[in-house]
């Protein structure tokens, strides 16, 4: 086989699922080699792990969502990949995204024709699949999409030294880190779920969102290996709040985080945050990740207040038989009884029925 002029040693025999001028071949992506698929992704310089073929199988694994994602080829090579899967949700039908379960997502292609290309035939598998509409969880031109930007993405350079980490933080939040030290409060490096999916599973029903189900926890922690981490912050022994982290190409994500109802009093949250970044440092990472947030809510203020400036994050949709974009803000007033309903299921039955109802809500 010759060495594609991108440096990969193979070329792609697909069933073409569609064509453009140029060249561009768009085609189903579960046949791509995936050494192929994550070099490319390694490679592009706005790739995320939402890109990445270790991504897939946690979603294929954890939710078993039907996959559409598509890879563009030009004379063998790849140009681009568009992760996208079938949801369901509640109220709003099936549903075609890029990509669920993920801050990030959309097109990752060498250029403009190439993402155009490949939007325009998930366009067409929407369509044909007659679902509400297509997210695309990613920038591009809006044009024809419908535009959702309430939410903000945080990020920002790392100190070089973990000495330095405590400084960059603001005075206030400086001051619950130290307000938590004093009380007792430790971390630790977690190698298993034992405390983290507990906690996370009781701080999300608190909210009033449903839990995920292990089994994608257990992904993560499978497919990222070294770049997924847990902390988790105790007192005397007991677990008070764990993060759960992943690391892409130089950046910490600090992405799945919950908390007894002990954390807010004891500042567990200012001194877990701060730990992260710390670790983040001493893994040589130079960049932290917030992660996103609505515009307006108690997170999005938190992580202002831990010294991150917020970004605005587009995401675009595509309407095809919806007649008006999602709304999954929280004060929406179609999902208030659905929260509020599910804040009073106990625990055991809001735990049990989480991971099912969390397929929807992604």
Not at 29 to 47: K, L, M, N
Request: aromatic fraction near 10%; charge should be positive.
């Amino acid at each position: 086989m010759r060495k594609s002029t991108i440096g990969y040693p193979w070329r792609i025999q697909f069933s073409v699922v569609g064509k453009t001028e140029g060249g561009v071949k768009i085609e189903a992506i579960e046949t791509c080699p995936t050494d192929a698929w994550d070099a490319f992704v390694r490679d592009h310089p706005d790739s995320t792990p939402f890109h990445t073929s270790a991504w897939h199988r946690v979603l294929r694994h954890g939710y078993g969502f039907p996959n559409k994602s598509l890879i563009a080829t030009q004379d063998g090579d790849i140009t681009g990949i568009l992760p996208l899967y079938l949801v369901r949700q509640p109220l709003g039908g099936r549903v075609l995204i890029s990509a669920p379960q993920a801050v990030y997502g959309g097109a990752l292609a060498k250029d403009v024709m190439v993402q155009s290309a490949l939007e325009e035939q998930a366009r067409a598998i929407a369509a044909q699949a007659g679902v509400a509409y297509l997210e695309i969880r990613g920038a591009g031109s809006v044009g024809e999409w419908h535009s959702l930007s309430h939410y903000a993405t945080f990020r920002k350079t790392l100190p070089r030294q973990t000495c330095e980490v405590l400084g960059s933080i603001p005075r206030k939040q400086r001051a619950e880190v130290r307000k938590g030290e004093k009380l007792g409060l430790t971390v630790e490096v977690d190698t298993t779920l034992d405390r983290f999916y507990p906690i996370y599973a009781t701080s999300v029903h608190r909210l009033g969102s449903p839990v995920f189900p292990r089994r994608y926890a257990e992904g993560l922690m499978r497919e990222f290996g070294e770049d997924c981490e847990i902390l988790t912050v105790t007192k005397n022994y007991e677990a008070i709040a764990s993060l759960l982290s992943l690391r892409h190409k130089g950046w910490a994500m600090p992405y799945h985080a919950g908390g007894t109802n002990k954390a807010m009093a004891l500042s567990a949250f200012p001194v877990l945050y701060a730990a992260a970044m710390e670790r983040a440092v001493q893994r040589e990472d130079h960049g932290f990740d917030f992660g996103r947030s609505i515009t307006g809510t108690g997170a999005f203020d938190f992580k202002r207040n831990f010294g991150f400036e917020p970004t605005p994050l587009t995401y675009r949709v595509a309407l095809i038989r919806a007649t008006q974009p999602p709304d999954m803000r929280p004060d929406n007033p179609r999902l208030k009884p659905i929260v509020a309903a599910w804040k009073m299921l106990p625990a055991l039955i809001a735990n049990r029925l989480g991971p099912w109802v969390s397929r929807q809500v992604v």
